[in-house]
């Protein structure tokens, strides 16, 4: 098995690619290893001394590092954690989905099925070659919430996309929108 690794733009995260469906549907965000239990690979990854965060998406796995550790020194035992993984025929989530699962709404009102659409179709490709993910939280007096996941969450770049990027795009095709803003 070859296991591709890529930088992104959160020098604390890189995101690793196993050339293998990792999620089915959905993304999952585990925020530290309390939230893993439900998954067999990421309960994996978080044994590795130094990992702090992981995040799976369609076909990568990204791992957050703590700051005062190296990747020189993590990536081998990462890298063999996938491996280990994949060659143990455990699924990567038990169950249909697990914490932080990305799930489906109820009824949306016009305005918001926009929004997600946006999100869904041009901005959500992007964040995924970076690494991250970024889930429609809520839609209220004109502000979206976004909750970033993965390499997004934390990273030094984060705000700037909201506001830049996102934030624009969304004001130029849904004019009822006035703000963006990280879900907390």
């Known amino acids: 098995m070859f296991i591709q690794t890529e930088q992104t733009p959160n020098p604390s995260t890189l995101k690793f690619i196993p050339g293998r469906v990792v999620m089915e549907k959905g993304t999952v965000d585990f925020a530290n290893v309390d939230t893993a239990q439900s ?10 001394d130094g990992v702090e965060r992981v995040f799976f998406g369609t076909d990568f796995v990204t791992v957050t590092k703590a700051a005062d550790k190296d990747w020189q020194m993590l990536k081998p035992s990462i890298l063999g954690g996938i491996m280990e993984h994949y ?7 038990a169950g249909e989905a697990g914490p932080g699962a990305e799930g489906a ?6 305005v918001v099925a926009q929004i997600k659409d946006i999100l869904e179709t041009r901005v959500r490709p992007a964040v995924a070659q970076d690494g991250g993910d970024i889930v429609f939280q809520d839609f209220r007096d004109g502000v979206v919430y976004l909750h970033m996941q993965g ?6 770049s984060s705000t700037a996309t909201l506001k830049m990027g996102i934030e624009n795009l969304l004001k130029h095709y849904v004019p009822e929108v006035v703000e963006v803003q990280a879900a907390q």
Request: proline letters at 10%; aromatic letters at 4%.
């Open 87 to 93: 060659t143990s025929g455990e699924p990567v989530v």
């Open 151 to 156: 390499s997004c969450s934390g990273c030094p």
């Open 39 to 48: 998954s067999p690979l990421a309960k994996r990854l978080f044994a590795v």
């Open 105 to 110: 709404a109820g009824e949306d009102d016009e």
